[in-house]
């Protein structure tokens, strides 16, 4: 496990808190459908005007494009979905729901992908809705609707995932390049038809622009990690961003989670890390069969 894996995904981990914490400050005045536009549309403008004088159409150029577009789709639900959840959630809180994405990839693996699974998939998926139930306590009100945003949000992110293992073998480029473009193509028509007074100074203008900056720079930087480890060994230390999250909230928001929410999350990463070592640890012994995390 090189050092420089580690390094990339912890600095990808901190560009991705960096988003959730600016999308908190901005939707507070502005409409989430905004926000998502500049996530997607800026990092849209970013990579064409990086890749497209070398690649050319090979950038949009898959024989599998509606699969594509479909993917790309479900990414957008789900940044809809978990940015309205951040608005309203406090914001580690809001991360640790998301981050039971895993558990739900191995679910719709087996039922989606037919991969087997296993007893020990079945408790660690167990573990990890106990985290979410930890976290959210059904009847108590703590964090009212708004936690079913965050759980849509991993929920269509782990289709996501499931649509991407559908897609193995196309230009690594293509993958990252096509949820952009139908962000910035379906949020420019939602935006175009939203009644908007909104005044927007420099410094907000300059947040939006970052959003997209950073979630370039994030990918980039996820990617090259992937490159230099596999995705079995790097999954665990992606849990980061709930340190990094937690921190934030504190910091910038005045919000710290309970001790019940602590629990959650710390069930949820736990369950999510040994999950991914185990797959590890099975892959290693039949390297034939799949991993059912990505």
């Known amino acids: 496990m090189p050092l420089a894996a580690i390094a990339l995904i912890v600095a990808a981990c901190a560009c991705f808190t960096s988003i959730d914490v600016t999308v908190k400050h901005l939707s507070q005045r502005y409409p989430v459908p905004l926000l998502v536009w500049a996530r997607w549309g800026v990092q849209a403008m970013v990579m064409f005007a990086l890749l ?3 690649m050319r159409w090979n950038l949009v150029r898959t024989t599998r494009p509606g699969l594509h577009l479909v993917r790309g789709t479900v990414l957008i639900g789900s940044s809809l979905c978990f940015f309205t959840a951040v608005k309203y959630l406090p914001l580690a809180e809001a991360t640790a729901l998301n981050y039971t994405s895993p558990i739900l990839v191995t679910l719709l693996a087996g039922w989606l992908l037919h991969e087997r699974i296993t007893l020990p998939r079945w408790g660690f998926a167990a573990a990890g809705f106990v985290g979410m139930l930890l976290i959210v306590r059904p009847g108590t009100g703590i964090l009212d609707s708004a936690a079913f945003f965050a759980l ?6 782990a289709v996501y995932q499931i649509l991407t293992r559908k897609l193995v073998g196309e230009d690594l480029r293509v993958l990252l390049f096509y949820p952009c473009l139908c962000g910035a193509i379906l949020m420019s028509i939602v935006v175009a038809f939203e009644h908007d007074d909104s005044w927007y100074p420099t410094s907000d203008l300059a947040l939006f622009l970052g959003i997209g900056v950073m979630g370039s720079i994030g990918h980039w930087l996820f990617t090259r990690a992937f490159r230099l480890a596999s995705a079995s060994a790097i999954a ?9 999250s937690t921190i934030a909230a504190w910091a910038l928001f005045g919000t710290f989670p309970d001790a019940w929410a602590l629990t959650g999350m710390v069930v949820i990463a736990g369950s999510g890390g040994v999950l991914t070592w185990y797959e590890r640890w099975r892959a290693s012994l039949a390297p034939a069969e799949p991993a059912a995390v990505d």
């Open 236 to 244: 665990p230390f992606t849990y980061v961003q709930l340190v990094f």
């Open 52 to 54: 497209a004088p070398t």
């Open 152 to 157: 849509a949000a991993a929920a269509a992110y």
